[in-house]
């Protein structure tokens, strides 16, 4: 089992910042892709931004040259660095985890944070 314990989250204008980060703990040497979606009232949860085990990213059109997703060397944190936020920015953000062990695959989700971005 993993758990994924996410922070960052919060309100801010318009052109502002944020990190967000998720940490993974429990049986994290499962983990091979980690990444972020959100969700916006009523609306769909989208892709954001995912990393590989060997570093590939791989971003949403609407975030790219805005945001950047990193993952610390144990693969054990995943973050998102957020610039230029936009009022479109705007949803719950939610850190996922997948992996391929023992020929299973297994998907584990963060309980969201919150992201309100002010015109």
């Known amino acids: 089992q993993v758990q994924l314990v996410e922070s960052g989250g919060g309100l801010v204008e318009a052109g502002g910042s944020l990190r967000l980060s998720c940490a993974a703990s429990?049986?994290?040497?499962?983990?091979?892709?980690m990444g972020w979606y959100r969700q916006a009232p009523g609306k769909q949860r989208e892709l954001v931004a995912t990393?590989?085990?060997?570093?590939?990213?791989n971003y949403a059109d609407s975030v790219k040259g805005r945001f950047t997703i990193t993952r610390d060397n144990d693969k054990n944190t995943v973050n998102l660095q957020m610039n230029g936020l936009k009022p479109e920015d705007t949803a719950d953000y939610f850190c996922?985890?997948?992996?391929?062990?023992?020929?299973?695959?297994?998907?584990?989700w963060g309980q969201g944070t919150q992201v309100t971005v002010s015109s």
């Open positions: 996922h985890a997948g992996s391929n062990y023992q020929r299973k695959l297994y998907e584990y």
């Open positions: 990393i590989n085990n060997g570093g590939s990213t």
């Open positions: 429990g049986s994290t040497f499962r983990i091979d892709d």
